[in-house]
């Protein structure tokens, strides 16, 4: 599994887009069945009109609440700027190499994220490849997807026993990176190998002596 520099893109870019797209959405597609599929996910007392569904979704953006429903509606206004060439994904220098070999050597990639499946996608199909404006479709070196939906919590043992089961391997056979040493603490306890990552722009974990700690996926 692994884990991409995505924090500043996601509040630089990525968030306040989807903020502003939504605007626009709640107002012309608000009865559209595109729409209403992510809308009536929410509360329906946040669904009454518009403007009472964009002032929830600004709160819950503002406290960075990470529930399914959100995660589901940001991935679908997100889309819209991937498509148009808004942005694109940067990953740090060291990633894409190393998805490639582990992949090239049959070792499957999987990602394990708060955000959505469909999210996990769109950030992988719309990667900066680093010389510029080019931008390569990354999904075919991801084996497996997983949410806190299809998974669980990312800090619970039996979320990591799952993961294992639908990837087909002994928990032992896993290596689980994060910057998040309760989701190491869940994902040892499965019986995984964790790595902890410090990465540029991560906040800092107070247990973070007790694991092996890396910088690069070279370190590997």
Do not use: C
């Not at 007392?45 to 609440?65: G, N, Q, W, Y």
């Not at 499957?108 to 996608?121: E, H, L, M, N, T």
């Not at 990591?160 to 002994?170: F, G, N, Q, S």
């Amino acid at each position: 599994m692994n884990e991409y520099d995505l924090i500043k893109h996601l509040h630089g870019n990525l968030f306040p887009y989807a903020l502003k797209a939504l605007i626009a959405v709640a107002e012309w597609k608000w009865d559209d069945p595109e729409f209403v599929h992510y809308r009536d996910q929410f509360p329906a007392e946040a669904r009454e009109t518009p403007t009472s569904f964009i002032t929830h979704v600004e709160e819950l953006t503002a406290k960075d609440i990470k529930i399914s429903y959100l995660k589901n509606l940001q991935g679908y206004l997100w889309q819209t700027g991937y498509k148009a060439g808004s942005y694109s994904t940067p990953l740090f220098s060291d990633v894409a190499p190393k998805l490639q070999e582990w992949r090239d050597s049959s070792v499957k990639i999987a990602i394990f994220s708060s955000g959505s499946v469909f999210a996990q996608q769109l950030f992988f199909e719309y990667v900066k490849d680093g010389k510029g404006s080019t931008v390569v479709d990354m999904r075919s070196l991801i084996s497996a997807w997983f949410d806190t939906v299809n998974a669980g919590p990312k800090t619970i043992q039996d979320s990591y026993e799952k993961i294992a089961r639908e990837l087909d391997v002994e928990s032992q056979a896993v290596l689980f990176i994060s910057d998040n040493t309760k989701e190491l603490d869940a994902a040892k306890a499965a019986g995984m190998h964790v790595l902890f990552a410090i990465r540029e722009g991560n906040a800092p974990d107070d247990g973070a002596e007790k694991y092996h700690s890396i910088e690069s996926f070279e370190q590997i």
